[in-house]
């Protein structure tokens, strides 16, 4: 991981998942049949910021020139990533502790 982040206790508001229903692993659902959250959100279209993410999150994948159901602007790039991850939770704050992010949604799969 990065170097320790400036606590802002703020950050978590940015956060739009519900932490409750997901375990330590960060899986969702009843034994034999859980399941990942996958979240979403946008940043600004440059190499350096993806790179930045990319630190933080190693389940993160680009999705150049898609909106995403969080509607990024065509100078974003929307970001996807799963909660199956050592320390997901921390994850999630450091990302929202990214000035250039503004929200994290649950991405829902159609």
Request: hydrophobic share 35%; glycine share 8%; charged share 25%.
């Amino acid at each position: 991981m990065t170097h320790p982040v400036k606590e802002d206790p703020a950050a978590w508001k940015k956060i739009k998942l519900d932490f409750r229903s997901l375990d330590a692993e960060g899986l969702s659902g009843k034994p034999g049949g859980k399941v990942a959250l996958n979240y979403e959100f946008c940043i600004p279209a440059e190499a350096g910021m993806w790179k930045q993410v990319r630190k933080i999150d190693s389940s993160a994948t680009l999705q150049k020139g898609a909106k995403g159901r969080i509607g990024c602007s065509e100078q974003q790039w929307l970001v996807i990533g799963s909660t199956h991850q050592k320390n997901y939770q921390r994850v999630l704050f450091e990302l929202a502790s990214l000035p250039y992010v503004e929200r994290i949604e649950q991405t829902f799969w159609e």
